[in-house]
C-alpha cells in the first residue's frame, strides 16, 4: 500500500486511443497517431478514444477484446457481486482490490457504484458506466469493454467465474478516472475506498489499537466501516513464515466470538484479494487443528469454507502479530442505508483565500482569518457501556484538487469550545482558547481526520494551512451520531479590517491552453510527440512575448530534457498533447508562485525567497536541503532564474511523487533495489 499520483484523464483535442472492434494489437505510436471524436462507434458497438491504453504494459503482446470473444456467454454479474470475483492480475493494484472487496460486501454501496442492470445481452452497444465520489461529487465514468489480454486471458483484475466481468470493467472505469493502468501500480485502500464509497478514512498502527481489539472493531463493523490491513514488515508480497504476504492489502470482513470446547474465541476474518495465499497458522482453513473444537453448526453460522479461496479465520492475539497497518473506512446514512446505526453527515466546500481566509496555522498572527464552522453536539451517544455523557463524532479535511495542481498543502483541524450557538471566535478569544481537540500536525496529505466524544455542547471547527497566505480548495466532512450536525459561521464585519485582496497583473504571464495547444501543434513532430528540442523551442517561443521575457536566454536543452522525462508516462522521451497539458498546467501554477516573490521584477528569485515560494507551492523543506538547492540549482549570485525555478519544482514534485510511490504505507522510508535505484536517478 503505497501513495500514488491522482489525476483525472485530460479531455483530448486530438483523441486518444483508436481501439477496434476486433482483436488487434496495440502499439503506442497508433494510441498517438489518432485523431478522431472521443467517443466513436465502430461495427455498432462503442470504442472510448480517450481511454489512455498506451500506458499498458506489454503492448508488444497484447490484444484488446471484448468478454464476448474472450468466452461464448459474458456475463456482467453471475450469481451476484461478492468478493470472491476479486483476483489479482500483473498490476500491483492490490490496494484496490482490497477496496473493491470490502465494496462487495454492501450491495447498496457497489451498486451505486455500477449500475446493476448492465449487461452483454439486452442493450448491449459495448459501453459500461461506473460512478465514483470526487470531492463530493459522484462522477460518471463512461468506458468500452475492450480488456487487455494474453493468450486469450485477462492481464488484469479477473473474476474467478472466467464468464463474469463486472470487476475487470470496474478495474478499467478506475484507471480512467486516474489516467491510465499504470496509475494503479501501487496506491492506498483508503484513496480507493473515499473514491467508491465517499465515506471518510482512518489510517492506525495496529500497536497504538486499544488493547480490547475486539471491543474496537466489532462497533466499526457494525456502522459498516470497510476495514483493510497490511503488514509493511517485509519485501513486498513476500510471505512471512505463516502465510501472509508483506506490503499487499487484506480486507477485514468480520469479527465473530465463537464457542469451542474449551471455551469462548474471538476471531476476525481477512479476504486476499489474490483469492488464494492464505493464513496457514491456527484456526487456518486447511492445516487449522483448532476446528476440531468447534461444532458444525457453529462453523456454519459464522459461514466458515474450508477451501482455498483467499479468505481465513485467524486470533485476534495472531491479527496483531501478523499486521501492522490498518485503513478503516468510515460511512454515513447517505451511502450505507443498509447499516444499523449508520453516521450521520454533513459536508461543506470552502477555500482559503489570500488575504481574506488563508490566515496560516494554529497560534499564527493571522490565524483569526481561517474559515470556522459551528459543531452542534446535543445528542448524546446510546452506549450502554460509557457511563459518561458523550458524543461520538469524526471531522475530515481534504484538500481538493492537490495532485491535479501539484500543490500538497500540509493542512490541519482544530476544535474549540464555542461560547454560544452560530457564534464566530475572535483573533481575542483564539488567543485565550486552548483547542478541545486537534490533529496531532500539519500534514501534507490528501485528508486529515479527527475522531473523538466530547460532551454535548457547541464548538467551532477551524481548518487551516501550515503556513499563511496559501490558498486552496478544501471539504469539510462532519460524521456524527444522530441529529447533531455542522454548518458554517459568518465572519463578523467588525472583526479586524482585513488588507484588500491584491489584484496581480501576473495572473496570465504564460499563454492560455488553447494557445498553448497551437504551440503545441506548431512545434510537435509529424507524429504529434513534443520532445525536449522541440520543447526547448516551444517555451522559447512562449516566454520571449510575454511578461518574463529576456528569460527565455537561461533556458537550456538540460532543462527540456529533465521536463520530458519526468512528465513521460511511456518511457519515450517524447510528450503527447494530454501529458504537455499536463506539464503546462504545472507551469501555470508554477509561475504564478516564481512572480507572486519576484519582488525586485528581475526575473530571478533570491535565495531566501525560494523557501517562502516552495511553502506556497505545498513543498517542506529543512535548512539542509536548502542548502543543497543553493548549491546545485542557483546562479553564481545566488538567484535562481525563472527556467531554473521551473526545473527545480519539476524535480522536487517529481522526486516526492517517486518516493510516495515506494513508500508502501506512509512510513518515511522506502527498499528499492539497484535497478529500481538506477532508473529513478538516471531517467530524470
Given at each position: ?590 509561475t504564478y508562485i516564481f512572480m507572486r516573490y519576484n519582488y525586485n521584477k528581475s526575473h530571478s528569485l533570491e535565495y531566501k525567497e525560494i523557501r517562502h515560494a516552495l ?70
Open positions: 500500500m503505497s501513495d500514488t499520483k491522482e489525476t483525472s484523464t485530460p479531455q483530448s483535442p486530438d483523441g486518444g486511443p483508436e481501439l477496434l472492434g476486433s482483436p488487434t494489437l496495440w502499439s503506442p505510436s497508433t494510441y498517438l497517431s489518432n485523431k478522431i471524436s472521443s467517443f466513436t462507434l465502430t461495427d455498432g458497438l462503442f470504442v472510448d478514444r480517450l481511454f489512455p491504453a498506451g500506458d499498458v504494459q506489454l503492448q508488444h503482446v497484447i490484444e484488446w477484446k471484448r468478454p464476448k470473444e474472450i468466452c461464448p456467454f459474458p456475463q456482467f454479474i453471475v450469481d451476484g457481486a461478492t468478493r470472491m470475483d476479486v483476483c489479482q492480475g500483473n498490476l500491483n493494484d492490490c490496494w484496490l482490490l482490497a477496496a473493491v472487496a470490502s465494496l462487495s460486501l454492501h450491495h447498496s454501496l457497489l451498486k451505486q457504484v455500477m449500475p446493476m442492470a448492465q449487461s452483454f445481452q439486452e442493450g448491449y452497444n459495448g459501453s459500461f458506466h461506473f460512478r465514483f465520489w470526487q470531492y463530493g461529487e459522484w462522477k460518471d465514468v463512461k468506458i468500452d469493454d475492450l480488456l487487455p489480454t494474453k493468450d486469450g486471458k485477462l492481464i488484469y483484475l479477473r473474476s474467478s467465474q472466467r464468464n463474469e466481468f463486472w470487476s475487470p470493467l470496474l478495474e478499467k472505469a478506475y484507471a480512467k478516472l486516474k489516467g491510465g493502468y499504470q496509475a494503479l501500480n501501487m496506491g492506498f485502500p483508503h484513496e480507493a475506498m473515499v473514491d467508491m464509497t465517499g465515506g471518510i478514512t482512518e489510517v492506525f498502527k495496529v500497536a497504538n489499537l486499544p488493547f480490547n481489539l475486539g471491543g474496537f472493531l466489532k462497533p466499526l463493523l457494525a456502522k459498516g466501516a470497510l476495514i483493510n490491513c497490511a503488514n509493511s514488515q517485509g519485501p513486498m508480497e513476500k510471505k512471512n513464515l505463516l502465510g501472509i504476504m508483506f506490503r499487499h492489502a487484506y480486507s477485514v470482513t468480520s469479527m465473530e466470538k465463537i464457542e469451542t470446547k474449551s471455551g469462548p474465541v474471538e476471531l476476525v476474518r481477512l479476504h486476499n484479494p489474490w483469492g488464494r495465499a492464505e493464513w496457514e497458522g491456527p484456526w487456518s482453513d486447511i492445516k487449522g487443528q483448532e476446528w476440531n473444537n468447534v461444532l458444525a453448526q457453529e462453523q456454519q453460522r459464522i459461514e466458515r469454507v474450508k477451501k482455498e479461496d483467499g479468505e481465513f479465520w485467524m486470533s485476534l492475539s495472531d491479527f496483531r502479530q501478523n499486521f501492522d497497518m490498518m485503513e478503516i473506512c468510515h460511512l454515513s446514512d447517505d451511502t450505507l442505508s443498509s447499516a444499523q446505526r449508520p453516521w450521520h453527515g454533513t459536508m461543506y466546500h470552502g477555500k482559503w483565500v489570500d488575504y481574506k481566509s488563508a490566515g496560516g496555522p494554529y497560534k499564527g498572527e493571522r490565524y483569526w482569518q481561517n474559515p470556522q464552522f459551528h459543531l452542534t453536539l446535543l445528542e448524546q451517544d446510546d452506549d450502554p457501556e460509557d457511563p459518561e455523557l458523550s458524543c461520538s463524532f469524526l471531522v475530515a479535511l481534504m484538500q481538493k484538487h492537490q495532485r491535479q495542481k501539484g500543490v500538497h498543502l500540509s493542512i490541519g483541524l482544530h476544535i474549540y469550545k464555542a461560547n454560544s450557538k452560530n457564534r464566530y471566535l475572535s483573533s481575542l478569544e483564539l488567543s485565550q482558547l486552548e483547542p478541545v481537540d486537534c490533529t496531532p500536525s500539519y500534514l501534507p496529505c490528501r485528508e486529515v481526520v479527527i475522531r473523538g466524544c466530547l460532551a454535548p455542547g457547541h464548538y467551532i471547527i477551524i481548518p487551516s494551512t501550515s503556513q499563511k497566505h496559501q490558498e486552496g480548495e478544501f471539504l469539510l466532512r462532519v460524521l456524527t451520531e444522530k441529529g447533531n450536525g455542522a454548518n458554517p459561521v459568518e465572519k463578523p464585519s467588525s472583526d479586524e479590517t482585513v488588507p484588500a485582496e491584491p489584484s496581480p497583473t501576473y495572473l496570465s504571464v504564460l499563454p492560455s491552453l488553447s494557445l498553448a495547444h497551437q504551440l503545441f501543434k506548431k512545434h510537435c513532430n509529424k507524429d504529434g510527440q513534443c520532445r525536449p528540442a522541440e520543447l526547448f523551442n516551444l517555451l522559447t517561443e512562449a516566454i520571449r512575448v510575454g511578461a518574463l521575457s529576456g528569460s527565455e536566454q537561461k533556458l537550456c536543452i538540460e532543462h527540456c530534457k529533465s521536463f520530458v522525462v519526468l512528465m513521460d508516462s511511456q518511457g519515450l522521451a517524447q510528450l503527447d498533447w494530454l501529458e504537455f497539458q499536463a506539464l503546462w498546467n504545472k507551469f501555470k501554477q508554477w511553502r506556497t507551492a505545498g513543498i517542506q523543506v529543512d535548512e539542509f536541503i536548502m542548502q543543497l538547492i543553493g548549491l546545485r540549482y542557483t546562479e553564481p549570485d545566488m538567484t535562481v532564474s525563472y527556467p531554473g525555478f521551473l526545473y527545480l519544482m519539476m524535480k522536487l514534485e517529481s522526486m516526492i511523487r517517486k518516493f510516495q510511490a515506494y513508500d508502501m504505507i506512509g512510513m518515511g522510508t522506502i527498499t528499492i533495489n539497484s535497478r529500481q535505484w538506477l532508473h529513478m536517478t538516471l531517467y530524470n
